[in-house]
């Protein structure tokens, strides 16, 4: 049995900074995550990504972010259970939580912080004739090294920020980079979209838009991918690699069954504190929903601030918090 005082469901970004915010306010905290490392979609799908909207860093790698917030956390010392799912969440008599893990672990706990991200999730996949026949074999879903890439050709498919995002980095690595969408606009940010225009407007990249995928092709390795433009006409480009970028498709898995409002795949919080219909339980980053609602780290790490200052009261109900600033640690907490 291990006891604490937050368990946090998720080790990414905002689990991390969670576990900041509440170690200022003398919050013990144990983190589980399905993933066997710290750091979440950062870590796992894409961490050689750069991220541009971190305050202090004009861009920061993502997998150099999560080892900058390990350092900030250090001085709390939190717990992790990693490769674990959680499976089951009981309230004891006094209102604790008792999580358990599909292993066996058991997290006796105050609050429980739902931090996970888009929870259990997988790529979506194009319905494109030959895809899965090329898994591996360069069709991939995501870039986890780009030295992968250096000196071959490369076509992108996507108008969201990770498709935009990618396509600005593999410029400077690959052979040839094409960014094939479907639409004329793209969905990311305009500061992305502006530097992808420039790049093609300079003949560093291809961009093809108003087009759809149509079938890839090759024998043991990818040679072709083929696609229908806005003229109606079907291309061939001879590639190295397909890169479908169509976002991730959520799975919240157990947590679906704990009672939890839910509205498709997102658990609904309040804004006030982030708590959800359940006393004691909050949602943070991407896994809550609410109106206005932005799927950022800022946001993610602005929503784990205010929640850990409702939590307080279920941790230390005797004291009276009044949190001023953060010079030192801890100190200026009460």
Partial sequence: MISTDL??????????????EAGLLKMRCHLIDTLPQIGGQLSEIYPHKPIYDIPGYPEIKAQELVERLMEQIAPFDPGFTLGERVETLVKQDDGSFLVGTNDGTMIECQVVLIA?????????????????DFEGK??????????????????????????LDWTIFLSDVAERVTLIHRGDTFRGAPDSAEKVHELANNGKIDLILQSNLLSVSGTDQLKEVSFIGRDQVKTSIETDFLIPLFGLSPKLGPIAEWGLTIDKSAIQVN????????????????????????????????????????????????????????????????
């Fill in 138 to 163: 360069g069709v991939e879903y995501m870039v986890k090294n780009p030295e992968t890439f250096r000196n071959k050709r490369v076509i992108l498919a996507g108008g969201g920020d990770s498709a």
């Fill in 271 to 334: 804004t006030f504190d982030y708590s959800t219909n359940i006393d004691r339980i909050y949602a943070i980053g991407d896994i809550n929903t609410y109106p206005g609602k932005l799927k950022l780290i800022l946001c993610g790490f602005h929503e784990a601030a205010l929640m850990v200052q409702s939590a307080f009261k279920y941790v230390h109900p005797d004291q009276k918090l009044s949190f001023k600033y953060t010079t030192v640690y801890g100190v200026n907490a009460f």
């Fill in 7 to 20: 368990c946090i469901i998720g080790a990414g970004p905002v689990g991390l900074f969670a576990v900041f």
């Fill in 116 to 132: 996970g991200g888009l929870g259990c999730f997988e790529p979506r996949k194009p319905d494109i004739e030959g895809l899965i």
